[in-house]
T-cell receptor, first 117, second 112 residues
Framework: EAQVTQNPRYLITVTGKKLTVTCSQN?????MSWYRQDPGLGLRQIYY???????DKGDVPEGYKVSRKEKRNFPLILESPSPNQTSLYFC????????????????FGEGSRLTVL | TQLLEQSPQFLSIQEGENLTVYCNSS?????LQWYRQEPGEGPVLLVT?????EVKKLKRLTFQFGDARKDSSLHITAAQPGDTGLYLC????????????FGQGTILTVHP
């Protein structure tokens, strides 16, 4: 089954304790991206990757790191989490987000709800 | 940064009513997508519109792209409880081919 898998789905942690949210897709997609979702703010893009070893900042990258060493995996790293990073996080992938004026379909994981105390 | 405004933010209606959700941008965009998200799940793509003036239909859902490619609307005819969810518009445009900007979403509740 084609899917994007995120782990953990739920996590409660404390300020400053490094954590990693993993994301894996089995569709051989080049493009992957991380979003955070907060009430009233919709989805805000954190980082994205156009392909292996190619990553770039989205609109809210502060406090986050990513890596893309393999095509299928795109982990999100919070080196020193703070309470304002409490949120619902989504990983998504696509064959190629944009070609000319066409935009590809984004496939989302089920989300990871993170609480930082 | 291209800004997307969605309205209304909340919509609560009775089964059988019609509704329209709007998505407006501060600048022209190359294409716009509509996604639907149910509680506990990630968003799922409904449609992509590219051409100014384009109209697409998906059963009881009608999507329209403004002539100037700065706005879009989603119209649902005879809403059903199964239509309940969060509706998000998303736009791609500009020089960054990796950025997809989402609106803040419209929470739709359809009561039986």
């Amino acid at each position: 089954e084609a899917q994007v898998t995120q782990n953990p789905r739920y996590l409660i942690t404390v300020t400053g304790k490094k954590l990693t949210v993993t994301c894996s897709q089995n569709m051989n997609h080049e493009y992957m991206s991380w979003y955070r979702q907060d009430p009233g703010l919709g989805l805000r893009q954190i980082y994205y990757s156009m392909n292996v070893e190619v990553t770039d900042k989205g609109d809210v990258p502060e406090g986050y790191k990513v890596s893309r060493k393999e095509k299928r995996n795109f982990p999100l790293i919070l080196e020193s989490p703070s309470p304002n990073q409490t949120s619902l996080y989504f990983c998504a992938s696509s064959t190629l987000l944009r070609t000319g004026r066409r935009t590809g379909e984004l496939f989302f994981g089920e989300g990871s709800r993170l609480t930082v105390l | 940064t291209q800004l997307l405004e969605q309205s209304p933010q909340f919509l609560s209606i009775q089964e059988g009513e019609n509704l329209t959700v709007y998505c407006n941008s501060s600048s022209v965009f190359s294409s716009l997508q509509w996604y639907r998200q149910e509680p506990g799940e990630g968003p799922v793509l409904l449609v992509t519109v590219v051409t100014g003036g384009e109209v697409k239909k998906l059963k009881r859902l009608t999507f329209q792209f403004g002539d100037a490619r700065k706005d879009s609307s989603l119209h649902i005819t005879a809403a059903q409880p199964g239509d309940t969810g969060l509706y998000l518009c998303a736009l791609a445009g500009g020089t960054s081919y990796g950025k997809l900007t989402f609106g803040q979403g419209t929470i739709l509740t359809v009561h039986p």
